[in-house]
């Protein structure tokens, strides 16, 4: 079983749209949650970090389900911009600091 | 130049040749790593330093050799590659404070190699 397990997609929607993407892991001792942005042949970007309390970022809102281990990401209103492959990162502290675990990603296509 | 930068940011080389794929952090960060990410395939963590020691090798064979000569530079070393050693191999800094659970890595733009 994959560390952190993503639906690749692609998902295509059109602009104006909701689209959410999940994401689960495998270590229960995961300690940070986040979702990274990375554009066609660029380097990931941090989009933004996941709490259990769930936390929203204008049109991006992120949960963590801890007792079922599994991460989401909602972006609401979607942008032709928003077009990117969507990272989902989870990471686990060992004596090297801490060590990031990366999904192979959700690629996201916003079409006028 | 701010942020990381690497280079060179293509490569193609045979699989007897050696090169090696440099990283320089202008943020002032204590830790540095390489990923590997291959087409259709997760980045995968190769190397940590932090505070230029390697505290990390994540089972990577020794045809990759990381150097970290101080916090602000990181090489990549190769020789005897093989194909399926294509990929995008991405060089990341971070300031790691003890205590902290997370700090937040900033990558650089990668080096697309193509080994043949």
């Known amino acids: 079983r994959k560390e952190v397990e993503q639906d690749p997609g692609p998902f295509n929607v059109p602009e104006g749209a909701t689209v959410a993407f999940n994401c689960t892991y495998s270590?229960?001792?995961?300690?940070?949650f986040f979702w990274y942005r990375q554009d066609c042949r660029k380097e990931p970007k941090l989009l933004m970090s996941?709490?259990?309390s769930g936390n929203e970022d204008g049109r991006f809102t992120a949960q963590l389900n801890r007792a079922s281990q599994y991460i989401s990401l909602l972006i609401r209103d979607s942008k032709l911009s928003d077009s990117a492959t969507y990272l989902c990162?989870?990471?686990?502290?060992?004596?090297?600091?801490?060590?990031?675990?990366f999904g192979g990603g959700t690629r996201l296509m916003v079409k006028p | 130049e701010t942020g990381v930068t690497q280079t060179p940011r293509h490569l193609v080389m045979g699989m007897t040749n050696k090169k090696s794929l440099k990283c320089e952090q202008h943020l002032g960060h204590n830790a540095m790593y390489w990923y590997k990410q291959s087409a259709k395939k997760p980045l995968e963590l190769m190397f940590v330093y932090s505070l230029e020691e390697r505290v990390e090798n994540n089972s990577v064979p020794s045809r990759f050799s990381p150097e970290c000569p101080n916090s602000s530079h990181l090489f990549l070393h190769l020789h005897t590659l093989q194909p399926e050693d294509s990929a995008l191999y991405l060089c990341?800094?971070?300031?790691?404070?003890?205590?902290?659970?997370?700090?937040?890595?900033?990558f650089g733009p990668g080096t697309r190699l193509t080994v043949l």
């Open positions: 270590n229960s001792a995961s300690q940070s």
């Open positions: 996941v709490y259990s």
């Open positions: 990341a800094s971070s300031q790691e404070v003890a205590g902290a659970i997370y700090n937040e890595q900033f």
């Open positions: 990162v989870v990471t686990s502290n060992n004596n090297a600091g801490n060590m990031l675990t």
